[in-house]
């Protein structure tokens, strides 16, 4: 390494950090750190006491503060757990200092050797289901940046998400330049377009019967895939017609609202509209990715900004005073979609409600936290016929 960055492993337990992270350190000489071993030394107790004795919040603390410290040295290799990366300070600590690598495997190989184990406290308590979900939310990761469309076919490859045929339903609103863009992105795939009218009442069945009808018209299977270009509406449509097109379908969802980049592109809820009300029909499926990108808000009027704002705003009431003051102090700048302010509060949001939904996917409990100002507002747009 000629670098004076450290080079960080990171990857789900089982992904062979320790063993690769040594295996480098005997060619180059470099010293290797094991931030699990390193708490442990700290704490005096193996990471299944840990957890059991002061849970994984208080383990989600010290991994943070070893880490960060680690991190400062030079010419190192340390190995992190996947849940590490997760943590916004350490990740951003790593972007700066370091050359981070994920160990990537395919799922079932991660799940036949971590199963039951009693060094890894997550695997004692979850089931090989859980276990599947647990990998594929920390393998999936929402972008978030400026002109990360033109990224999109590098991130579909580092993803190792793989389709021949390619729905894109647009949004009618989506300025022709941005349609040009993601075509041109997507050129080595067979492509398909549909243009979508979103408003309310567009969120019916006759709109999924359109998309499905597209879908079988072309041949599609489940290995191929449907992207959603548009706001909240549109993403809404698309991912209820792809979790019911022969029982789920790949999906990418490019969210072109701020409001629906933190808010309906995060936690695959999907859904339409019937007589009764909003969203009363739809499923909870999970996007493959979600691709936010800062240069869409450049295009919308202040008032949509504001929306989005609004609930940035009200998500940090429910967990995050941290937030709610980052926000206090620097809504002129978010409002003017300044660099890294907007960033970090789309990225804040996303991770708040990140950590309610991997607790309640399902919205059996503490999911509809979530829902804050939300029944009462569906409930009046309901009243006034989606007008």
Same mark, same amino acid.
């Given at each position: 390494?000629?670098?004076?960055?450290?080079?960080?492993?990171?990857?789900?337990?089982?992904?062979?950090?320790?063993?690769?992270?040594?295996?480098?350190?005997?060619?180059?000489?470099?010293?290797?750190?094991?931030?699990?071993?390193?708490?442990?030394?700290?704490?005096?107790?193996?990471? @299944?006491?840990?957890?059991?004795?002061?849970?994984?919040?208080?383990?989600?603390?010290?991994?943070?503060?070893?880490?960060?410290?680690?991190?400062?040295?030079?010419?190192?290799?340390?190995?992190?757990?996947?849940?590490?990366?997760?943590?916004?300070?350490?990740?951003?600590?790593?972007?700066?200092?370091?050359?981070?690598?994920?160990?990537?495997?395919?799922?079932?190989?991660?799940?036949?050797?971590?199963?039951?184990?009693?060094?890894?406290?997550?695997?004692?308590?979850? &089931?090989?289901?859980?276990?599947?979900?647990?990998?594929?939310?920390?393998?999936?990761?929402?972008?978030?940046?400026?002109?990360?469309?033109?990224?999109?076919?590098?991130?579909?490859?580092?993803?190792?998400?793989?389709?021949?045929?390619?729905?894109?339903?647009?949004?009618?609103?989506?300025?022709?330049?941005?349609?040009?863009?993601?075509?041109?992105?997507?050129?080595?795939?067979?492509?398909?377009?549909? =243009?979508?009218?979103?408003?309310?009442?567009?969120?019916? =069945?006759?709109?999924?019967?359109?998309?499905? =009808?597209?879908?079988?018209?072309?041949?599609?299977?489940?290995?191929?895939?449907?992207?959603?270009?548009?706001?909240?509406?549109?993403?809404?449509?698309?991912?209820?017609?792809?979790?019911?097109?022969?029982?789920?379908?790949?999906?990418?969802?490019?969210?072109?609202?701020?409001?629906?980049?933190?808010? &309906?592109?995060?936690?695959?809820?999907?859904?339409?509209?019937?007589?009764?009300?909003?969203?009363?029909?739809?499923?909870?499926?999970?996007?493959?990715?979600?691709?936010?990108?800062?240069?869409?808000?450049?295009?919308?009027?202040?008032?949509?900004?504001?929306?989005?704002? @609004?609930?940035?705003?009200?998500?940090?009431?429910?967990?995050?005073?941290?937030?709610?003051?980052?926000?206090?102090?620097?809504?002129?700048?978010?409002?003017?979609?300044?660099?890294?302010?907007?960033?970090?509060?789309?990225?804040?949001?996303?991770?708040?409600?990140?950590?309610?939904?991997?607790?309640?996917?399902?919205?059996?409990?503490?999911?509809?936290?979530?829902?804050?100002?939300?029944?009462?507002?569906? @409930?009046?747009? @309901?009243?006034?016929?989606?007008?």
């Amino acid at each position: 390494m000629e670098s004076n960055k450290n080079l960080v492993l990171v990857g789900m337990m089982g992904s062979g950090k320790t063993l690769i992270g040594k295996l480098i350190s005997k060619q180059t000489k470099l010293k290797f750190i094991d931030i699990d071993n390193k708490i442990e030394e700290k704490e005096k107790m193996k990471i @299944a006491e840990i957890f059991k004795k002061k849970g994984e919040k208080y383990f989600r603390e010290c991994e943070e503060e070893i880490t960060l410290s680690c991190l400062k040295g030079e010419k190192q290799i340390l190995s992190l757990g996947g849940g590490a990366y997760i943590n916004t300070n350490i990740r951003k600590e790593c972007k700066k200092s370091s050359f981070s690598f994920w160990l990537n495997w395919k799922k079932d190989i991660i799940i036949k050797r971590i199963n039951g184990s009693k060094k890894r406290p997550l695997a004692m308590t979850l &089931s090989e289901t859980d276990l599947e979900r647990l990998i594929n939310e920390r393998a999936k990761i929402v972008h978030i940046g400026t002109n990360i469309i033109s990224k999109l076919r590098n991130i579909i490859k580092k993803n190792k998400l793989s389709f021949s045929k390619c729905l894109i339903v647009i949004d009618s609103k989506i300025p022709k330049k941005f349609r040009t863009l993601l075509l041109r992105n997507l050129k080595n795939q067979k492509i398909y377009t549909l =243009n979508f009218s979103a408003n309310e009442k567009n969120k019916s =069945n006759l709109s999924i019967d359109k998309i499905h =009808n597209v879908l079988f018209k072309n041949n599609f299977y489940r290995e191929d895939c449907i992207i959603s270009f548009g706001g909240g509406i549109t993403g809404d449509v698309v991912g209820y017609a792809a979790s019911t097109f022969k029982r789920g379908i790949k999906f990418i969802n490019i969210p072109s609202t701020l409001l629906a980049q933190v808010d &309906s592109s995060i936690g695959g809820k999907t859904g339409i509209n019937n007589k009764f009300g909003k969203n009363l029909i739809g499923s909870f499926y999970q996007p493959d990715l979600v691709i936010s990108d800062i240069n869409l808000l450049r295009t919308l009027p202040k008032r949509e900004i504001i929306c989005g704002y @609004a609930e940035i705003l009200k998500s940090t009431l429910i967990d995050s005073k941290k937030n709610f003051i980052f926000l206090d102090k620097n809504f002129n700048k978010i409002l003017n979609l300044k660099g890294n302010f907007i960033i970090n509060a789309i990225l804040n949001s996303c991770l708040l409600k990140k950590k309610i939904i991997e607790k309640d996917e399902k919205e059996k409990n503490l999911r509809k936290s979530l829902n804050l100002g939300h029944t009462f507002a569906h @409930a009046y747009e @309901a009243s006034l016929g989606y007008s």
